[in-house]
C-alpha cells in the first residue's frame, strides 16, 4: 500500500483523489497540501481528508508518507519535486514536467540522488483508448506512419479568470502550448515515436494573457522515424463543436479520434487495409470504412486514467521500475515544447537536442 500526500488542492488535485477508492488495496491518498487555506479546507471537507497541511516543509518531513503528487502552478513544480526528492519521497508531478530544460535535468538528477522514482502526469498514456490506438500503430495496421495532426482549442475567456496564473508566462512557462497542447505533444511521441525538428509561430491576442503565454500557436513537427506533424493550438477559439482533435496518417491506413464530447476527444477511428480489405472505390468510398478502435487495458487495473496512472506509479515505486512517463521520459515532451516556443522567438527551425 503507497502513502501518498497531495501537494496543490486546486482543480486538478481532485481528479487524483477522487479515483483512489477505485485502487484503495495499492494506493490511500493519507494527506493533503496547501499554503492557501480555502483550497485546503475546501478539498479536505470534499473528499474527507482529515490530515491537511499549509506548510509543505512539514507534510514532506513526514516519515508515514512514501510519495507526493503536485498538482500546483508549473513555476513551483522542479521546486517542489526536487525538496520532496530530498525527503525521499518518491514524486510523480502534473504536466507540465516543468518550466524549462535545467529545471527537468535538476529533477531528474534530485530522484536519481534519492534514489526514489519521478513520473509526469501524462494521464493520456494510461487511457485504455489510446492504449488500443498505440496497439494498432504498433502492429502496424496503418502502415508506415507518414504524418499526424493535432489539435487543442478552447475558449479561455469562458472559464480562465482574469489574473489566473494560466495566463502569467511567467508562472506557467507559456501558454496553450506548455498548458495543454502538452497532452497531445506526449500523446504523439508515444503512439509514434520522438520529434526531431519543429518550427512554430506563436501569437499573443488576448491581452490579459501576460509575460509571453501565447493562446495562438501553429507548429509543424519532424519525427525521427521521417513522419511530419501539424500542431494546432488556440485558447481564443470563440465557439467551436469540439475541443481536441487527433489524426495519424499511414500508408495503409488512418487513425481519427473523431471527438464524441464536446471536452473530450473520445475514442479513436481507424479505417485500414487490414479491418476492411475492400472499400468502395471512388471518392465517396474514401470516407468508409472506419471502425472504433476497441480500448486495450491489457495491464491497467481500470479504465480511467489517472486511477491506472496512481497504479503504474506506485507499482514502479516499488520495483524501482522506470515508470513509462518518468521524467526522463518526458524531458524528450519537454524539449519540443520548449523548441516550439524557440522557433516562435527566433523565427528558425529547431533541431532538437539528440
Ligand atoms: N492532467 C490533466 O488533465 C490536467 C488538467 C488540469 C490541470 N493539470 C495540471 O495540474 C496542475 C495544477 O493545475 P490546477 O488546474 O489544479 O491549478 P489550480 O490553480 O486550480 O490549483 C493549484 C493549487 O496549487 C496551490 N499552490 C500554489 N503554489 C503552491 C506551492 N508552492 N505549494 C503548494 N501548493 C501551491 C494553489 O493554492 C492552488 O490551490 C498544473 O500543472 C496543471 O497543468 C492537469
Not at 514532506?60 to 519535486?81: E, F, N, R, Y
Not at 502496424?140 to 495566463?167: D, K, S
Not at 496512472?309 to 524531458?331: I, K, W, Y
Not at 524539449?335 to 524557440?342: C, H, L, M, P, S
Request: contains cysteine; negative net charge.
Amino acid at each position: 500500500m503507497m502513502r501518498l500526500g497531495v501537494i496543490g488542492a486546486g482543480n486538478i488535485s481532485g481528479a487524483h483523489i477522487k479515483v483512489a477508492p477505485l485502487i484503495a488495496d495499492q494506493v490511500k491518498i493519507v494527506a493533503l497540501a496547501d499554503p492557501a487555506l480555502a483550497p485546503l479546507a475546501r478539498q479536505s471537507a470534499r473528499f474527507h481528508i482529515d490530515r491537511i497541511y499549509s506548510n509543505i516543509d512539514e507534510m514532506l518531513a513526514a516519515d508515514d508518507i512514501d510519495g507526493v503528487v503536485i498538482c500546483t502552478p508549473h513555476h513551483t513544480h522542479a521546486k517542489l519535486a526536487i525538496a520532496a526528492a530530498k525527503t525521499g519521497k518518491h514524486v510523480l508531478v502534473e504536466k507540465p514536467m516543468a518550466c524549462s530544460a535545467d529545471e527537468c535535468h535538476a529533477m531528474i538528477d534530485a530522484a536519481d540522488c534519492a534514489g526514489v522514482r519521478l513520473m509526469v502526469g501524462q494521464c493520456q498514456r494510461y487511457d485504455p483508448a489510446y492504449r488500443g490506438l498505440r496497439r494498432a500503430v504498433h502492429a502496424g495496421e496503418l502502415g508506415c506512419i507518414r504524418a499526424a495532426r493535432i489539435e487543442t482549442m478552447q475558449n479561455a475567456a469562458a472559464f480562465v479568470p482574469a489574473g489566473h496564473w494560466y495566463r502569467d508566462g511567467s508562472l506557467a512557462g507559456g501558454g496553450i502550448v506548455i498548458s495543454v497542447a502538452i497532452h497531445k505533444i506526449d500523446l504523439l511521441r508515444y503512439l509514434i515515436g520522438d520529434v526531431v525538428r519543429v518550427n512554430a509561430q506563436c501569437r499573443t491576442i488576448d491581452p490579459a494573457f501576460i509575460n509571453g503565454a501565447e493562446d495562438l500557436a501553429v507548429a509543424t513537427l519532424e519525427f525521427a522515424s521521417g513522419a511530419i506533424g501539424q500542431l494546432f493550438a488556440s485558447w481564443g477559439a470563440f465557439r467551436l463543436r469540439y475541443s481536441e482533435n487527433l489524426m495519424i496518417f499511414g500508408d495503409t491506413g488512418a487513425v481519427h479520434a473523431l471527438p464524441e464530447t464536446p471536452t473530450q476527444m473520445g475514442p479513436a477511428w481507424i479505417a485500414s487495409r487490414q479491418r476492411t480489405p475492400t472499400v468502395e472505390p471512388g471518392f465517396a468510398g474514401q470516407f468508409g470504412g472506419f471502425e472504433l478502435v476497441a480500448p486495450d487495458q491489457t495491464g491497467l487495473p481500470t479504465a480511467e486514467s489517472f486511477a491506472n496512472q496512481l497504479v503504474h506509479f506506485a507499482e514502479c515505486c516499488r520495483t524501482g521500475a522506470e515508470p513509462l512517463s518518468s521524467g526522463r521520459d518526458n524531458l524528450r515532451t519537454m524539449q519540443v515544447v520548449f523548441a516550439i516556443y524557440e522557433s516562435a522567438r527566433t523565427g528558425q527551425t529547431v533541431e532538437l537536442p539528440q
